[in-house]
């Protein structure tokens, strides 16, 4: 008897009614020899749809036509190696894979069939048969096979579904992602715009919002080497002051024209009309907040910046005479950016001034001025700061 071993795709899953409610089952009888199948079929049939076939080519075409099969049934008197080969070449089709086999044979060739896994055969009948052991053995596969199949189908739909939610998710979250990333490009572009509206009302100029930044991120991310600081400044942090610091002086649209415009000197009555700068920038972004209804760290951030970058670390700083780490870290970063950034640049009223020079009144405002440990960063790193001093001055174009 000739196998086959063409692999067909995998059936469509049975109806659940099919499977158990249903008490006639899809009997594939599978016979070598011509005796016995009267017998057979009439033990059967009145409980089974019994389909006999004498030529195992026939009988698998008969499968691959998409037949509903619950039950394969072996009588054949081949020698044990040509029935193993048999029944290994039933299950590798598809579609038999999850199928019960019963081989049924002589007690005394029971040793010969060698029955177990090696054969691929789930169980065997020895004969002479007799209607009870025959149907109840047969009832008891179709039922096992029919709940094992519900639940491969089962598991099978679940998988589909899992799969079908899995891509929606991620299809969503790519869309999110997106949605996210355009939202962070307004957002940083929206920065830029309010904290140049206030630009254009004071002596400096647009560059000024990018040295500062960059000396902001460069003072951060060196002062993460010292163990206090770093758990203040991971990633997202430096981030967001980094994207924050442009908003430190928008609180300078609030100041009359005839005092922020001034080229020379403030009196002490305007200077302290121009010290209100950081309450009214906080005003700005606390309304913002609250517009909001909820807390947004980038905001949180901005207010410190604009409230705390004029705060000294002795407390002779306003608006609020804050010292030591009651001033926010985000200021006290601001507060040495700001500074060095209004000491080394031009303006109409004074020259800029060397990076030496600079960084030499930085030194002696350690710990009166500012937080000591951000200046010792500070000096760590100095050549970057004269590098983003001499990238971006305002003498150049762009």
């Known amino acids: 008897m000739n196998s086959m071993n063409t692999v ?11 499977l158990l409610i249903a008490d006639r089952a899809d009997i594939l009888l599978l016979k070598d020899q011509v005796e016995d199948v009267q017998s057979l079929f009439a033990l059967l049939s009145p409980h089974h749809n019994v389909h006999t076939f004498m030529d195992a080519h026939a ?15 072996l009588n054949v008197e081949m020698p044990s190696s040509e029935a193993r080969e048999l029944c290994r070449a039933l299950r590798k089709r598809t579609e038999l894979q999850d199928i019960p086999i019963i081989s049924l044979t002589e007690r005394e060739n029971l040793h010969e069939l060698g029955f177990g896994l ?18 109840a053995r047969v009832a008891n596969h179709v039922s096992h096979g029919r709940v094992m199949r519900l639940m491969a189908n089962q598991n099978d739909a679940l998988d589909h579904r899992i799969a079908e939610r899995t891509a929606q998710l991620a299809q969503r979250n790519e869309e999110l992602q997106a949605t996210l ?3 962070a490009k307004t957002q940083d572009v929206t920065i830029v715009a309010f904290s140049s509206l206030a630009e254009t009302r004071d002596n400096d100029t647009g560059r000024h919002l990018r040295r500062t930044q960059r000396y902001v991120r460069e003072l951060a991310l060196a002062l993460r080497d010292n163990p206090e600081y770093a758990p203040s400044l991971d990633d997202e942090a430096v981030e967001l002051i980094y994207k924050s610091a442009p908003l430190h002086d928008i609180g300078k649209v609030a100041i009359p024209d005839h005092i922020l415009l001034k080229q020379g000197p403030l009196t002490p009555a305007e200077f302290e009309i121009m010290k ?9 972004i606390s309304a913002a907040e609250a517009s909001l209804g909820e807390s947004n760290s980038f905001l949180h951030v901005a207010r410190e910046i604009a409230y705390g970058h004029h705060e000294k670390w002795n407390g002779s700083g306003y608006p609020n005479g804050l010292s030591g780490v009651a001033i926010p870290l985000a200021a006290r970063l601001m507060a040495i950016a700001d500074v060095y950034d209004a000491l080394t640049s031009r303006r109409v009223y004074k020259s800029s001034m060397p990076h030496e020079r600079a960084a030499g009144i930085i030194a002696g405002g350690r710990g009166s001025h500012f937080d000591p440990a951000i200046v010792d960063s500070f000096f760590r790193i100095e050549q970057k700061f004269a590098e983003i001093a001499n990238d971006l001055a305002d003498s150049q174009a762009g």
Do not use: N
């Open 8 to 18: 067909a795709p995998r059936p469509t899953s049975y109806p659940v009614r099919d």
């Open 59 to 73: 009988a698998l075409h008969h499968v691959a036509a998409g037949h509903q099969i619950d039950l394969i049934l």
């Open 118 to 135: 090696p054969t691929g055969a789930d169980d065997y009948i020895a004969k002479p048969l007799t209607s009870a052991i025959l149907l």
């Open 181 to 183: 990333r355009q939202l």
């Open 276 to 284: 209100t700068h950081p309450e009214h920038g906080f005003r700005a």
